[in-house]
């Protein structure tokens, strides 16, 4: 009789107990905060109590306001926030800004909630521009040049060297513009309203050793390659490259310069193009001047495209003088390899 009145007392108190859960969840629900949203400024993770005036790309910020328990959407100037990347209460919004947005400034927020929308002006900045090279490396005066890198939003300006271009066409990762006079060597400079960047490498020669065919006063005395200087189909800029098919291993494409060495002052370095041939993926190719292996600078192929080399004379020795330039294949192996665009800067 005790078990009995022990379990009938169990169940009723279980059955309270659910009744009461579901009273105050019923409850819970008919007092969802109907408002719409509002939002009164952005912080950081780190010190909610000072607002903002600016966050970066691709930052963590919390929203601070009222009514966003109900979020569904946070757009940051028609950029949507992942969902997995949002978290809402009633008084602050969690939120990752996306990687890129379409202006480099000005980028108001904007939270959807199931009862209204609420947008806040805000400036949320790009990085500073970054420029990784060009295309074509060098040209005269009207080449068309594609400047190559990123965060070129809201480009205010391009220079090369001191001289203001006009741009033909902008992209987030590419600016097109063309060689002005006087101006065929030399530092690309980029502006946004964020900042200005200088190029990493120069924009074309000082001196020419090849492109399309040998400079005057230079003659081919590789070894352990059949050399061929006017090959047409893999070329980088212009007509011609130098096409180089290994026929043993440590083979080397080597310029001679005529007598007497030319002279290294006001010279920075040595810079070439080189395309990988089939199986040629991570293979090595190192550069020597004059002969000289142990001051050599080895650098890594890519396979079925072509990377641009700028070699600084800090990293060969700091030569005074050249004789010959040397590209001596330098994994042991035989192996076709394209050259284009050698010079000195």
């Not at 220079?159 to 006079?181: C, H, L, R």
């Not at 010279?267 to 193009?273: A, E, H, L, N, R």
């Amino acid at each position: 009789m005790k078990r009995t009145l022990q379990t009938s007392f169990s169940s009723a108190a279980l059955a309270v107990l659910l009744l009461t859960l579901l009273t105050v969840a019923c409850k819970k629900e008919k007092q969802e905060d109907t408002n719409p949203p509002m939002i009164t400024g952005v912080t950081n993770l780190l010190d909610r109590g000072d607002l903002l005036e600016s966050a970066d790309f691709d930052e963590w910020i919390i929203i601070k306001g009222q009514h966003l328990a109900t979020t569904f959407k946070v757009d940051f100037n028609g950029e949507i926030a992942s969902d997995s990347l949002v978290y809402a209460n009633d008084s602050i919004i969690t939120v990752k800004i996306p990687k890129t947005l379409p202006d480099p400034i000005n980028n108001p927020i904007t939270v959807s909630t199931k009862y209204g929308t609420a947008t806040y002006n805000f400036r949320i900045l790009q990085p500073p521009p970054v420029i990784t090279g060009f295309d074509p490396v060098a040209g005269p005066e009207g080449t068309q040049v594609n400047i190559l890198g990123d965060f070129f939003n809201g480009v205010t300006s391009v220079k090369f060297n001191d001289v203001e271009v006009p741009v033909i066409s902008k992209a987030k990762s590419t600016i097109t513009v063309q060689v002005p006079q006087g101006q065929t060597y030399g530092y690309v400079y980029v502006t946004t309203p964020v900042g200005t960047a200088k190029s990493e490498k120069v924009f074309g020669f000082k001196l020419v050793v090849y492109d399309d065919a040998l400079a005057s006063g230079w003659s081919n005395t590789s070894w352990s390659t059949a050399t061929d200087y006017a090959h047409a189909d893999t070329v980088k800029r212009g007509t011609y490259a130098l096409k180089s098919p290994f026929t043993g291993a440590w083979g080397a494409v080597r310029v001679t310069k005529a007598a007497p060495a030319l002279d290294l002052t006001g010279y920075s370095g040595v810079k070439f193009s080189i395309y990988g041939g089939a199986g040629s993926e991570a293979k090595k190719v190192k550069l020597l001047i004059n002969g000289v292996t142990a001051t050599g600078y080895t650098v890594t192929l890519k396979a079925g495209q072509w990377t641009d080399f700028q070699i600084p004379l800090s990293s060969l020795g700091n030569p005074t003088s050249l004789s010959t330039l040397t590209f001596q294949e330098f994994s042991g192996i035989k192996q076709l390899i394209y050259f284009d665009d050698i010079g000195l800067y």
